[in-house]
T-cell receptor
Framework: IAGITQAPTSQILAAGRRMTLRCTQD?????MYWYRQDLGLGLRLIHY???????GKGEVPDGYSVSRANTDDFPLTLASAVPSQTSVYFC????????????FGPGTRLTVL | GQNIDQPTEMTATEGAIVQINCTYQ??????LFWYQQHAGEAPTFLSY????GLEEKGRFSSFLSRSKGYSYLLLKELQMKDSASYLC???????????FGPGTRLSVLP
């Protein structure tokens, strides 16, 4: 059982380019989340999805979009990357929402130059 | 909204006991999570408190006081492998907010 996988592991991207970070879980969890982690700021929620077909905005959604076409996949897209989006991105999933434990993927380290 | 505060760094000696505090101010608070994160790795779940009191799980225990907006994580018999960041996170009643504190970086020295 893989749990949650993310791709790529790391990426260096020129500013202005479009980038999609992939996240797949095989636990049949209903809820999925995208966080970014920056030194001194901790984990901040970008977008979430409580169930397939629905998405919502977190604390820092600007510049990012998500889709949830099915239960397993939750890609995060940067339409036009900027240097301030340099960060480590974690995808997570939970069986339900709010009170359920979140399980994290290994992360994607993104550098925007 | 929710605001969570933790000490930035702590140092302790192998074999000792350390307490990592977390204070929170929230609307619609439901429960408090603790996660461990080793450098360069993903956070992993440690504990969850929804009721007041102490939850013990091996060498790790977590305490919650809802009236005081306060939690702590207690690590006993510290080992070198416990050197990591410890993140507290609060969830709200609505299932749409899961807010993490900045994390406490614990260094365990021999």
């Amino acid at each position: 059982i893989a749990g949650i996988t993310q791709a790529p592991t790391s990426q260096i991207l020129a500013a202005g380019r479009r980038m999609t970070l992939r996240c797949t879980q095989d636990m049949r969890h209903n809820a999925m989340y995208w966080y970014r982690q920056d030194l001194g700021l901790g984990l901040r929620l970008i977008h979430y999805s409580n169930t397939a077909g629905t998405t919502g905005k977190g604390e820092v959604p600007d510049g990012y979009s998500v889709s949830r076409a099915n239960t397993d996949d939750f890609p995060l897209t940067l339409a036009s990357a900027v240097p301030s989006q340099t960060s480590v991105y974690f995808c997570a999933s939970s069986e339900g929402t709010g009170t359920d434990t979140q399980y994290f993927g290994p992360g994607t380290r993104l550098t925007v130059l | 909204g929710q605001n969570i505060d933790q000490p930035t760094e702590m140092t302790a000696t192998e074999g000792a006991i350390v307490q990592i505090n977390c204070t929170y101010q929230t609307s619609g608070f439901n429960g408090l999570f603790w996660y461990q994160q080793h450098a360069g790795e993903a956070p992993t779940f440690l504990s969850y408190n929804v009721l007041d009191g102490l939850e013990e799980k091996g060498r790790f225990s977590s305490f919650l006081s809802r009236s005081k907006g306060y939690s702590y994580l207690l690590l006993k018999e510290l080992q070198m492998k416990d050197s990591a960041s410890y993140l507290c996170a609060a969830s709200d009643n609505y299932g749409q907010n899961f807010v993490f504190g900045p994390g406490t970086r614990l260094s365990v020295l021999p």
